[in-house]
Each structure stands twice: as structure tokens, then as C-alpha cells.
């Protein structure tokens, strides 16, 4: 009888494992690499493969890590700003006297830091790897504004504001603030439109291109080039004009704001003019 259960037992919790990696959650990026770490109690380093995978929503990282060495599975948290990405690891028992980790990935170089339960560092190393997103990566609601947003995730929509002239070096600008707004779209492009009422569809327009996918700051510049008539300005349609958004994402509450300054400059002349953004989310896609 005794081995019926402890057979029945096994079968239930099988099932069960097989279950839970049925539903495991996807992740949208992985970061892969080996770091040799020189631990108490070994001669010479020990080198480690580990392997990251996470989500980002807004600057905060949620995933898990595995390595060949001090766990086969982690929770993940972290954080995501203009120096990169920093990732923290909790294991779930301490081998030899390191208790948990810490990453920070910026560009294609990892620091990797092995603490102790004090939180100090026990050994530390720098390696070359880079974050990648998952080809196999489902998303888990159908929301807009997430995949490829980064720390923008969220942050997509019509904002509407003020616009303020602070430059026309040649008197050739004269953007209407008549039914002005910014546009971030679902596609991660940003558009400045103009008579705008309840639809973009068919105004008049300045399309100032995409941003770089998921990027690690809410501070970002769109630039593109512009070459024919270009509305609220009188540079010559023989002439391209580059047409640049620097400005700076925020969050107020439950809403988004952005401030910044467009700049246009013809390439020809060099004249230019510049103008002053402040806008909020009126419109969430």
C-alpha cells in the first residue's frame, strides 16, 4: 500500500511540474554569457554560464536566472536607467559564502558581482555579452506601446500642450498651435500634428521617425530628414530640412507628460528655429 501512494505521489507531482512549465511565463530578452569567478576553497577560477531572460515594463525587470554552479533557477529584479541594466539575484542557498548577485549590463559588457550575506563583494569580473530579445516571445496581453518600448513601455498615445517659439534664425517658421499634439505611436514613431480633433488621420504632419528599440532612458531624440513642403514653414522645397526632437518622458500620477524642445534646420542655408514642448497624455493607445 505504502509503495501505491509514494507511486501515486510521484505521478502527482509530475504532472504538476509538467503543468507549471506548461504555463511558464515568456520573456521578451535573454542575456547569455560565462564569467570566471574566484571563489574561497578553489585554486583557480571557476567559470560559470549563466543564462538571463526577463520583461521590462516601465524601468523595472522581472525574470529569471540560471548558471551551471549556484542555482539551476532565480528569481530576477532589477532596474533599467541611462547606465543600463542591473539585475538582482537572491540564491537560494549560499556556496562558498556567496549568497546572491549582482549584474549590470551596459552595451555589450557585463559586471558581474558575487556577494555575500553582508552584501559584500566576494569576487567581481567584467565580461563581453549582449542583451538580445527572444525570437520565441509571446506577449501576454494584447496591449500596445509594450514590445520594444523598454522603459518607455506604456507611454504611448496623443499628448496635447503648448508650443513656444524660442528660435527663427531667418524668420522662416511659423508652426500653428491650433490643434497641436505629439504623437507616440504603437509602432514606436513620433509624429507632430497639426488641426488636430479627434483623428490624425489626414492633418497636416511632421514625422520625426522611431526611436531606438527599447531604449534604457525616458530621455530620447527622434531625427529625421525632410525634403518638399514642410507645414508652418517657407524654407525652399529644393532643400531638405532635418527635423530633431530632444525631450524627456515622464509620469505624473497615472499619467505621462513630455517636455522637450524640436528643432528644425535647413540643410542648405542652416537656417533654423526651435520650439518648445510641454505635453500631456490625453489619448492612451
Not at 532596474?79 to 551596459?106: A, C, D, H, M, Y
Not at 523598454?150 to 503648448?162: Q, W
Not at 497639426?194 to 488621420?201: A, G, L, R
Request: one cysteine or more; aromatic letters at 12%.
Amino acid at each position: 500500500m505504502s509503495i501505491s501512494i509514494r507511486f501515486l505521489t510521484l505521478l502527482i507531482l509530475l504532472f504538476g511540474s509538467f503543468l507549471s512549465y506548461g504555463q511558464e511565463k515568456s520573456y521578451q530578452y535573454q542575456l547569455d554569457g560565462t564569467y570566471p569567478a574566484t571563489l574561497p576553497g578553489f585554486t583557480t577560477p571557476r567559470n560559470i554560464r549563466f543564462t538571463i531572460t526577463w520583461n521590462e515594463k516601465q524601468q523595472s525587470i522581472d525574470g529569471l536566472y540560471t548558471d551551471d554552479f549556484f542555482t539551476l533557477r532565480s528569481p530576477v529584479n532589477g532596474t533599467v536607467g541611462s547606465q543600463g541594466r542591473v539585475f538582482n539575484i537572491k540564491l537560494p542557498r549560499i556556496t562558498q559564502n556567496v549568497s546572491n548577485l549582482s549584474l549590470i549590463s551596459s552595451a555589450d559588457s557585463v559586471m558581474v558581482y558575487m556577494k555575500d550575506r553582508t552584501d559584500m563583494t566576494i569576487s567581481q569580473t567584467n565580461i563581453l555579452a549582449t542583451p538580445v530579445v527572444r525570437p520565441d516571445y509571446v506577449e501576454e496581453t494584447a496591449s500596445a506601446c509594450d514590445v520594444g518600448f523598454g522603459v518607455l513601455s506604456g507611454y504611448c498615445g496623443v499628448y496635447r500642450g503648448t508650443l513656444n517659439e524660442v528660435t527663427d534664425s531667418n524668420n522662416q517658421c511659423n508652426l500653428p498651435d491650433y490643434g497641436f499634439r505629439l504623437e507616440l505611436s504603437a509602432d514606436a514613431r513620433t509624429n507632430l500634428y497639426f488641426y488636430y480633433s479627434d483623428t490624425v488621420i489626414g492633418i497636416p504632419s511632421h514625422n520625426l521617425g522611431a526611436f531606438p528599440e527599447a531604449p534604457l532612458s525616458t530621455t530620447v531624440t527622434n531625427s529625421n530628414r525632410h525634403c518638399g513642403v514642410l507645414v508652418g514653414t517657407n524654407f525652399p522645397t529644393i532643400s531638405c530640412q532635418v527635423l530633431t526632437l530632444n525631450g524627456t518622458y515622464g509620469e505624473v500620477g497615472e499619467g505621462r507628460t513630455f517636455r522637450g524642445r524640436y528643432t528644425i534646420t535647413d540643410e542648405q542655408s542652416r537656417n533654423s528655429c526651435s520650439y518648445e514642448l510641454v505635453m500631456e497624455r490625453e489619448k492612451v493607445y
